[in-house]
């Protein structure tokens, strides 16, 4: 998705932050730990399992939910920075890989250290749970000696990356006209055609509040819930403005403390708002997942 500058004042661009959580938030600008697996560098990919971790995904553009998966699995390859390479192999081009490899069904996800294959997992999941088997794959390398750093490469993966994707044209374009509502609905019909498009998801989610926050003024919103700090309304209205002045963290804050003490329609309604934030923020972000833990400790 294109990145629209919105520069309402005492606002921070929100356009930054939702492109900041799908690049990881950490790596460099021209460095990359993605590349596209063809039949000739195979081999030498997985020489350097020998150093470091490195990630097969077998992938086709027509399997569904695989953009949702290759953007994700790119995301935490990039924030990783070296802690593991991600090679990209599309079957239907190199078929000779997937039959190498026994791959009857894509997508799927292979680790490889020091040479040998190790399954991950078949199909599309949550980031949250794709980077549990990530996790346990770098926990599996420290333990046989693999703790080398990759190195960035360069290739067709990266550069992909770079361009702007057509889908989210007529959702940009609402967006920089600030026709908040037909970008949710040009963001809703992309999650119709595929539930799992976590970009699309965190465009609505953007625009959602971009919609909320339009007009307000901040100090009296913040002032209304410091006076009323168990009415929904004032809660939720500050936590947007907080994620608007680029102090999120103090919106997770506000919404999880409101979610400890209340119970019934107001605390899922809290809950709920409070969803859409991390999508706005970025699944990635370390006060997203800092938050989320919060949160689960607030709900039980």
């Known amino acids: 998705m294109t990145s629209p500058s919105f520069n309402r004042p005492g606002a921070v661009d929100l356009s930054n932050l939702a492109q900041a959580s799908r690049q990881g938030g950490q790596a460099p600008a021209g460095r990359s730990w993605v590349l596209d697996v063809t039949v000739q560098t195979f081999n030498d990919l997985v020489a350097r399992s020998q150093q470091h971790p490195v990630v097969l995904e077998i992938t086709s553009p027509r399997a569904q939910g695989a953009a949702a998966l290759s953007r994700d699995l790119a995301d935490l390859a ?83 990356a770079d361009e702007p994707d057509p889908r989210f044209a007529a959702a940009d374009e609402a967006l920089e006209r600030g026709d908040y509502a037909a970008a949710e609905a040009e963001f809703d019909k992309l999650l119709a055609a595929d539930p799992r498009d976590a970009e699309a998801a965190a465009g609505k989610a953007q625009a959602g509040l971009l919609a909320r926050t339009a007009g307000v003024d901040p100090q009296a919103v913040l002032a209304a819930a410091e006076a009323a700090p168990q009415d929904l309304a004032a809660v939720t209205a500050a936590a947007d403005v907080e994620v608007v002045l680029g102090t999120p963290e103090r919106a997770f804050e506000r919404l999880i403390g409101f979610i400890r003490v209340s119970a019934g329609d107001d605390r899922e309604e809290a809950r709920k708002r409070l969803l859409a934030l991390f999508e706005t923020v970025g699944g990635n972000d370390p006060r997203v997942l800092k938050a989320r833990r919060a949160l689960t400790t607030a709900l039980f």
């Open 78 to 160: 990039q924030a990783a920075q070296g802690k593991f390479l991600l090679g990209r192999v599309d079957v239907d081009v190199e078929t000779q890989i997937a039959q190498a490899l026994g791959v009857q069904q894509v997508p799927v996800v292979i680790g490889v250290l020091m040479g040998q294959p190790v399954p991950l997992f078949q199909g599309v999941l949550p980031r949250e749970q794709i980077q549990a088997y990530l996790d346990q794959l770098l926990q599996a390398a420290v333990a046989n000696g693999v703790v080398g750093t990759a190195e960035p490469v360069q290739g067709a993966a990266e550069s992909a």
